[in-house]
């Protein structure tokens, strides 16, 4: 079977729990156990050989950072990768739609679909080993508690033939442990499906002709777009996404089968989540990369330090601790359950707990940055929505894990402790439960 992958990457309107990281990359980009977000994905993919190429879709603007992202993932992985930029918001459907004739190039029998914001094991050949020929579309399900399953799409599923017999996205009432995790394998007739919810919408020659005007604008004649021509309604009426349009109709139609996955998964939607799974990658690493973890004498636990980081042989770090680039930990620190981002400095004798500490920014002698650790219930390895909202339901901040922005100082001997400090601030005195703009 020759197959293709699509990663889903969304857009900067998306990920807003992720500030303040999203403002300095894109959140697919931002580091995990070392590695960007969407590597692990890529990586992933790579591994299969039925897989011949990978297309990344996103509506963020191609940057510097995510071409040269890019070029290194080409030339690791060995296989194409392509970005695939949508000119509009098209939803998670609809951009794959847009993108169609890319997907079916080169005449694939199918393809899998992965959002970006999902991390797990990947099972990629398990659910090919589990797909009968009957089989044109399969989501892969994990079970959730029933008081987090209201958080994401449910699916009713026959359990004696796998088949999804009603799906539901974000119900107000229970309908089911078993929610969509986010990875997908469909065959070609998928478009045609998606097709037909367009014209059922009377959206009069969406893609080709609106893509075709799209390229030959001249820009500089007009400020316009040809969105521009749409009223908001219209523009609405393009967006297709699986959850609220597709599934519920496959699902009325036998089309539809669920691959249930009881490994770990986990949704990375806040920061918070993310300092979770960067515990949970560097647990990973210990049977599928063990050279990515170190042997520092001052380690305790899974650790990883970037070969350009400079650590003080008395500094002790971990357990679940990340060292990016060129970071600079200097005699008596002590970092556990935390990212310590490219470029930053960890003074003589600070202490770094349950944070995330940004691209270069300080922390000074004897100071303490602290969070309070995201513990999730050990018999619930998928409840991961709840637990990582900034806010309560009276609008107070929850205590939580301490994020420094880009290029924040830290002075000597103060205290941050359940704080989110934006980025470029110089801060003189120590705060508790402050969001600092």
């Not at 170190?294 to 636990?301: A, E, K, L, V």
Request: charged share 25%; proline share 6%.
């Amino acid at each position: 079977m020759r197959m293709k992958a699509v990663i889903l990457l969304g857009g900067p309107q998306k990920g807003t729990r992720f500030r303040p990281l999203s403002l300095d990359v894109p959140k697919p980009l931002f580091p995990i156990a070392g590695f960007p977000m969407v590597h692990h994905h890529i990586e992933a993919c790579a591994k299969l050989e039925e897989i011949e190429e990978i297309l990344l879709v996103g509506f963020y603007q191609p940057s510097d950072a995510l071409n040269r992202f890019i070029r290194r993932q080409r030339q690791i992985i060995g296989k194409p990768i392509s970005y695939l930029q949508e000119y509009t918001m098209l939803g998670t459907a609809g951009c794959l739609y847009h993108f169609r004739d890319v997907i079916t190039s080169g005449d694939p029998d199918a393809f899998f679909v992965l959002y970006s914001d999902v991390f797990c094991e990947f099972p990629l050949r398990e659910i090919l080993d589990f797909r009968a020929k009957f089989m044109q579309f399969i989501m892969m399900t994990v079970e959730v508690p029933r008081e987090q399953s209201k958080y994401y799409g449910c699916a009713g599923i026959d359990h004696k033939t796998n088949e999804v017999v009603h799906y539901i996205d974000k119900p107000e009432t229970f309908v089911s442990r078993d929610i969509n995790a986010g990875v997908y394998f469909f065959t070609m007739e998928i478009f045609s499906d998606i097709g037909a919810l367009f014209q059922k919408r009377h959206r009069p020659s969406f893609a080709e002709p609106i893509a075709r005007q799209i390229n030959l604008l001249d820009i500089e004649d007009s400020k316009e777009t040809v969105f521009d021509n749409y009223s908001p309604l219209q523009q609405t009426l393009g967006r297709i996404f699986f959850e609220k349009d597709v599934f519920p109709i496959l699902a009325t139609r036998g089309k539809l089968f669920a691959y249930k996955c009881d490994r770990f998964w986990m949704s990375i939607k806040s920061a918070g989540s993310a300092l979770y799974a960067n515990r949970a990658i560097l647990e990973t690493y210990k049977k599928t990369h063990p050279d990515r973890l170190t042997d520092h004498p001052g380690c305790i636990g899974t650790v990883s330090i970037h070969r350009t980081a400079e650590v003080d042989a008395t500094a002790v770090l971990g357990p679940y601790v990340t060292i990016g680039a060129g970071v600079v930990v200097g005699p008596g620190v002590r970092v556990k359950n935390s990212i310590v981002l490219e470029g930053a400095t960890l003074k003589d004798h600070c202490c770094i707990l349950n944070s995330i500490i940004g691209w270069h920014s300080v922390v000074g002698e004897w100071a303490r940055v602290e969070g309070t650790p995201t513990e999730l219930d050990p018999n619930a390895p998928h409840a991961t929505t709840d637990n990582f909202y900034l806010f309560d339901e009276d609008g107070r901040l929850r205590p939580s894990i301490t994020i420094l922005g880009r290029d924040v100082i830290i002075p000597p001997e103060v205290v941050i402790r359940n704080s989110i400090v934006m980025p470029n601030k110089d801060l003189s005195r120590g705060f508790k439960n402050q969001i600092l703009l």
